[in-house]
C-alpha cells in the first residue's frame, strides 16, 4: 500500500500513531484524579477500543486509509500491537472495577497514579511497534555483541 507524506502512518509498518491518543486520553483522566477526585466520572466514561473501532470513531484525516494500512499491515506487528493494547486495555478496566468500589479520595489517587506508572511504558511500547522502532528483547543482545564486533 502506498502512503502519501502527511498521513501521521509510518509507511514502514503501516500503523498510525494516533491510535495511542486514545490511551494518552485515559492516562490524562489518571492523573487528573490524583489532584482532583471528581475526575472519577469522566475516567469511567473511557471505553476500550480497537485500533479500528478508534479510527471509525475518531475525526483523523486519514482514518479510512489509517484502517486499510492496519488491515494491510504485517500480521506479526498487529499482533504485537493488539497484545499491548489488550494488556492496556485490561489493566484500565480493572483499574475502573477498583475505583467504581467506595474509596476515599487518597486511595482513588494512589490507584490512578499506579496504573498510570504501569500504562506508560506500555503506551511507549506500543509506539515503538508503530513505529518499527520495537527492540527484540531476545536478539537484541547478541545483535549488539555482533555489531560490535563487526567494527
Not at 477526585?37 to 466514561?45: G, K, L, N, S, T
Not at 479510527?55 to 486499510?68: E, G, P, Q, V, Y
Request: a negative charge; hydrophobic letters at 45%; one cysteine or more.
Amino acid at each position: 500500500m502506498c502512503l502519501e507524506a502527511g498521513t501521521n502512518i509510518n509507511p514502514a509498518t503501516g500503523l498510525a500513531t494516533d491510535y495511542l491518543n486514545h490511551f494518552n486520553e485515559a492516562i490524562m483522566l489518571l492523573e487528573l484524579i490524583v489532584d482532583i477526585p471528581e475526575c472519577r466520572e469522566d475516567f469511567f466514561v473511557w471505553r476500550p477500543r480497537s485500533y479500528g473501532e478508534h479510527f471509525a470513531a475518531s475525526n483523523f484525516k486519514h482514518r479510512d486509509l489509517a484502517i486499510a494500512a492496519y488491515e494491510t499491515a504485517e500480521p506479526a506487528l498487529r499482533q504485537r500491537l493488539e497484545t499491548v493494547a489488550n494488556t492496556m486495555n485490561a489493566i484500565l478496566m480493572a483499574t475502573h472495577q477498583v475505583m467504581r468500589q467506595d474509596l476515599s479520595d487518597s486511595s482513588a489517587g494512589t490507584i490512578a497514579d499506579l496504573a498510570v506508572r504501569w500504562i506508560k511504558p506500555m503506551v511507549a511500547r506500543a509506539a515503538a511497534v508503530i513505529n518499527g522502532t520495537e527492540i527484540d528483547r531476545e536478539t537484541a543482545p547478541q545483535a549488539a555483541v555482533d555489531a560490535l564486533m563487526a567494527r
